[in-house]
């Protein structure tokens, strides 16, 4: 008896001796008045840019250790070329699913969503020290970041540890469909869509959340909850997101007969978008993969699959002044899944793909 008393007193002390682990609370604010203003909206043909359909089959990459090339075949000329191909399997074999979305900072850290199927709405970031691998020769060598996790006889090699610690796992966290993820160039903040889905692109209600990520824990900190509605139009949240040196928040969706562009701000605990006056008749394509910021050109970049369309930001200003002589358009080659391009400072975009998930940077300013 006296050596079970002795026994507790010391598992005691030792659980009051422990360090205590703050876990911060994940805050919801709720913002009641309404969160999108509409004026009067008005067409615009873009001719320059034409419609690409989704294929009914992507092309897979058959040697999935070399550097690949996927190249405009119409349109403005660009070539993107293999930057970095993602590891697989993912760190302790996990099954990170495929990438979602890309974010970057300056020349230095490059984040990826992934959402595994399985488990539906949930995913997790994966965080890039972009600066380190390039130092270790990876861009010439991009099977060593593919096999990063991948042990030869039951053990990891010095380069790979070495690799590994230019990685960082986030944890799973509700992510919703995960093609968001958009680096703030004005608060140098982390934010993303929570937009939740009961079937693929169908929303499971018409609230609309914008989280907050922590950079260091790779998981949302506090997020918005407000709702997208102004004289008839009604939006469930977005799917995309991106920013500009300003610190302006752009999205963009396609109800059936013309892309809507949503431009507004996102504060501590509230959001604020306008739907801008002028529909774009044409868009680049069947699924609206993603939207993407050049912060040297200035352009935003509408992305489907095989299929990019640009346009100067400031022609959104006021009413707008676009014309088609401010689109730029491409289609590309091979037919592979696009979900979105991010930049490091610099004009030459780095563009995720899927079908052997790999990062890819172009050639010139695009």
């Not at 139009?233 to 007969?257: K, Q, S």
């Not at 801008?276 to 050109?297: D, E, F, M």
């Not at 095989?306 to 009413?319: E, Q, T, V």
Request: charged share 25%.
């Amino acid at each position: 008896m006296k050596g079970i008393k002795v026994l507790l007193c010391f598992i005691l002390a030792m659980a009051l001796s422990a360090p205590m682990v703050a876990h911060a609370k994940f805050k919801v604010y709720h913002q009641k008045s309404s969160a999108l203003y509409r004026g009067r909206l008005r067409n615009l043909y873009n001719k320059k840019v034409h419609y690409v359909k989704v294929p009914k089959k992507y092309d897979h990459v058959v040697d999935v250790s070399k550097r690949h090339q996927i190249k405009a075949i119409k349109g403005k000329r660009v070539t993107f070329t293999t930057r970095y191909i993602l590891p697989l399997p993912g760190k302790n074999g996990q099954h990170w699913g495929n990438p979602q979305s890309i974010a970057m900072t300056h020349k230095k850290y490059m984040y990826i969503v992934y959402c595994p199927t399985k488990f539906k709405n949930r995913g997790r970031i994966v965080r890039f020290d972009t600066k380190k691998m390039d130092s270790m020769g990876v861009r010439l060598h991009p099977a060593e970041l593919r096999d990063v996790y991948v042990k030869h006889h039951h053990k990891y090699s010095r380069l790979q540890k070495k690799l590994q610690r230019a990685i960082k796992v986030g944890p799973l966290f509700t992510t919703g469909h995960g093609q968001s993820l958009a680096y703030n160039w004005k608060n140098h903040g982390l934010y993303m869509w929570r937009d939740k889905e009961k079937a693929p692109r169908i929303p499971i209600n018409y609230w609309g959340y914008i989280q907050h990520i922590n950079a260091e824990t790779l998981r949302p900190d506090h997020a918005i909850r407000f709702s997208l509605r102004s004289h008839g139009t009604r939006v469930p949240g977005g799917h995309n997101l991106t920013f500009d040196h300003a610190g302006n928040a752009y999205f963009w969706t396609f109800p059936g007969w013309g892309a809507y562009i949503f431009k507004g701000r996102i504060h501590k605990r509230s959001v604020r978008f306008r739907l801008t006056h002028q529909v774009l008749k044409r868009v680049p394509g069947t699924r609206i993969q993603s939207i993407g910021y050049n912060p040297v050109r200035k352009r935003l970049l509408l992305l489907s699959d095989a299929s990019i369309a640009s346009f100067p930001a400031k022609g959104l200003r006021g009413r707008g002044h676009l014309t088609n002589r401010s689109f730029e358009w491409s289609r590309f080659g091979p037919k592979r899944e696009f979900e979105g391009i991010a930049y490091d400072g610099t004009s030459r975009g780095n563009l995720l793909v899927n079908h052997c998930p790999e990062v890819l940077q172009a050639n010139r300013a695009y």
